[in-house]
């Protein structure tokens, strides 16, 4: 990957074969799920290969959609939520509530011309297109709402950025100094060459602020345009604090093996998309998750529920099937800890398991609920599931800590999982210990064995102090 020589807070991750750009000051907020996808790790086929992420640029709808769920996968979003742009290249900026939920997705767009959204509704995926235009996200981590806007020239020219601001101040009492913003990768100085009449319209708008780190003129008579610098200087005279904005280093057009460009490839490419949700009011205590949610064993009608959310939380290769959820669910129940929204009696997430005398973890324990010996001192963890749109609060935690005290209670001696490399942190967070790469080949991932004792036996859990 080419990078141009600035400092960057931007990361490249990758979840499950699908790599995406995060900035860590929106990261650090702990209030959102954002990302901004590359070429990599989709369907799609020729020259959209392989995560093209628009309906209109002439791929299959199936190879559309299935791309927005492994999205969703990576970076932690339901498709179901997303509400989608009508880029025309204007400066309007749309107010999004619960009654937009899916438009573009699930269901038509009743809307147009719509290149910025803001929001204050958790779960909602503000989602906007490009392959070379910016993209401009905001959080404002004080009355917890969040914006995004699609910045080409001329919405650069409109400063859609400072307009975006002003709406998420209107709606919400948003103040510039507290938000937390970031400029997409898009197109860099370099590779963006212009005519006379936009670079007029830069000087215009810029004044002097339009020199020649932003708008140098070539001997061809065209101009280079920095979008980077304009947009920049858009944010920074609306309020936002140097401290506050991070700036890409990746161009579109200098990474067109992973990235998707207009100019780079003469108008045959896919779309890039760049998304952001609020995932609620961040970490909440105990008592607030109590509140919130009713922590109980499953019940015989909610097998298929889970079954879902397994589907939205794992890739097929990795995830439960509805007839094993059924079979487990009626087997084993109490092994089972669901957590339910109390406001919409919906279950939220779940972590379930099967007890066994067995010592070490094997891939039939997926597969064979007869397995199952309600005696057995040790239970093998099988899945732990929250619905993206609850993430961020402490759920995970909150119900393997019930978890681990209620199997105490029970006598059992020992709790072991299967998880990917990236999860081994969070689950030494929640007090087990990483016994190295198992035996396990499920769904052809590597896998670590993980451990949690529960009795006072040499090994000191987290929750049994």
């Known amino acids: ?10 990361e490249l991750r990758e979840d499950g074969g699908v790599p995406y750009f995060i900035f860590k000051n929106l990261e650090e907020t702990g209030l959102v799920r954002h990302g901004f996808s590359t070429r990599l790790g989709g369907v799609s086929e020729g020259y959209l290969a392989s995560m093209n992420l628009s309906f209109t640029r002439g791929d299959r709808e199936e190879n559309v959609r299935e791309n927005f769920r492994r999205m969703g996968r990576a970076i932690g979003f339901i498709p179901e939520n997303l509400v989608l742009s009508d880029q025309t290249h204007t400066d309007h900026v749309r107010l999004m509530t619960e009654a937009d939920r899916g438009k573009g997705y699930t269901k038509p767009l009743d809307y147009q011309d719509v290149d910025g959204m803001v929001t204050d509704v958790p779960g909602l995926v ?145 779309n890039l998309a760049a998304f952001l949700m609020l995932t609620g009011k961040g970490p909440a205590s ?34 439960c099937s509805e007839k094993m959820m059924m079979q487990r669910a009626a087997k084993a129940p109490e092994l089972f800890l669901v957590a339910v929204d109390r406001r919409t009696g919906k279950l939220a997430g779940f972590l379930n398991g099967l007890s066994t005398d067995e010592a070490v973890f094997r891939d039939e324990f997926f597969t064979d609920a007869d397995l199952y010996d309600p005696e057995g001192k040790r239970v093998m963890l099988l899945g732990l599931d929250v619905l993206p749109e609850y993430r961020g609060q402490g759920l995970a935690g909150e119900l393997v800590r019930r978890y681990v005290a209620r199997e105490r209670e029970k006598g059992r001696e020992r709790l072991l999982l299967t998880c990917l490399e990236s999860k081994v942190k969070m689950y030494e967070k929640m007090g087990f210990r990483d016994l190295g790469v198992s035996a396990s080949s499920w769904g052809g991932v590597e896998w670590h064995e993980m451990d949690c004792v529960l009795e006072m036996t040499g090994q000191k859990s987290l929750y049994n102090l």
């Not at 990957?1 to 931007?10: A, G, L, N, T």
């Not at 009449?197 to 001997?219: H, I, N, S, T, W």
């Not at 889970?306 to 097929?316: G, T, V």
């Open 286 to 319: 105990r008592e607030e998750l109590c509140r919130q949610f009713e922590f109980r064993e499953i019940l015989p009608g909610e097998a298929k529920q889970a079954a879902e959310i397994e589907r939205i939380c794992f890739p097929p290769n990795e995830a």
């Open 126 to 270: 503000l989602t906007t297109f490009y392959a070379d235009c910016v993209p401009l996200y905001f959080v404002d981590p004080v009355h917890r709402a969040i914006g995004l806007s699609h910045s080409g020239w001329k919405g650069t020219v409109k400063r859609i950025g400072a307009v975006t601001l002003e709406k998420m101040s209107a709606a919400f009492g948003t103040r510039p100094e507290d938000v937390r913003a970031a400029i997409g990768p898009s197109i860099c100085q370099d590779c963006y060459e212009v005519s006379e009449d936009v670079a007029q319209a830069f000087m215009e708008e810029f004044g002097g602020a339009a020199d020649e780190r932003m708008l140098y003129r070539k001997e061809n008579g065209k101009y280079q345009l920095d979008l980077w610098r304009a947009n920049e200087q858009v944010l920074l005279e609306a309020g936002i604090l140097p401290e506050h904005l991070e700036v890409t280093n990746v161009c579109t057009c200098c990474n067109p093996d992973l990235l998707f460009s207009h100019r780079a490839t003469h108008g045959k490419r896919g």
């Open 1 to 10: 990957m080419k990078k141009k020589e600035r400092d960057s807070r931007m």
